[in-house]
């Protein structure tokens, strides 16, 4: 059967045996897929080494561990306090005897003397300076002018005491008649 295969072979050149063509043609076909199969890449597709000393972090490793034993030590100093408070049954002593210090109290002293002093002196010195103002030509000075007001005007301040005091008894009553109205 193989023999007769080679009729049905069509060489893509001339040739004078087609059985021969064939067989050199897979030979070559054979070979050139043994080549492809050892052909090396052109490009690297290999994934990178990898080192430990990059995923193994060490350090971090220790400082965790340090993290954890001081979590342990401190849940430990917490039991036996809770213990010891069982033990003595609630009572606590939580008195502090110590007396906050502060450390610049006396320069806020000194301060504090040194400005009541500035402010001290400040407010004698006000007290003592005489007035600028004359308050006693201010009051000639009105006197005139309500003078000049009662010369010029048509109806003198002192002369309409009844319709003043007509005006201020319906100032008076008009708030208790609208508080009537309201209601």
């Known amino acids: 059967m193989l023999f007769k295969m080679h009729r049905a072979y069509q060489p893509i050149l001339p040739c004078g ?17 043994k080549r492809i199969q050892t052909a090396k890449p052109v490009v ?15 350090k971090k490793l220790k400082l ?3 993290r954890l034993s001081i979590i342990e030590r401190d849940n430990r100093l917490l039991l036996e306090k809770m213990s010891c408070i069982m033990r003595m049954k609630g009572r606590i ?9 502060s450390l ?6 000194r301060e504090l ?3 009541s002093q500035e ?17 006693q030509t201010w ?19 002192g002369c309409c005491k009844l319709q003043n005091q007509k005006e201020q008894k319906l100032n008076k009553n008009s708030p208790k008649q609208e508080t009537e109205k309201k209601r």
Do not use: F, G
């Not at 059985?19 to 076909?29: E, N, V």
């Not at 610049?104 to 002293?109: D, H, L, P, Y």
């Not at 402010?119 to 308050?135: F, G, M, S, V, W």
């Open 17 to 33: 045996n087609k059985y021969l063509q064939q067989k050199w043609d897979k030979a070559s076909y054979e070979d050139h897929k």
């Open 44 to 58: 690297d597709t290999t994934p990178p080494l990898t080192y430990d000393h990059l995923h193994l972090k060490l």
């Open 64 to 66: 965790e561990k340090e």
């Open 93 to 101: 002593d939580n008195k502090n005897y110590y007396q906050a210090k």
């Open 104 to 109: 610049n109290r006396e320069k806020r002293e």
């Open 113 to 115: 003397l040194r400005v």
């Open 119 to 135: 402010n001290h002196a400040i407010l004698d010195r006000i007290t003592k300076c005489e007035p600028q103002y004359q308050i």
């Open 139 to 157: 009051q000639e000075d009105w006197q005139r002018v309500e003078k000049y007001m009662n010369n010029i005007s048509r109806y003198p301040r």
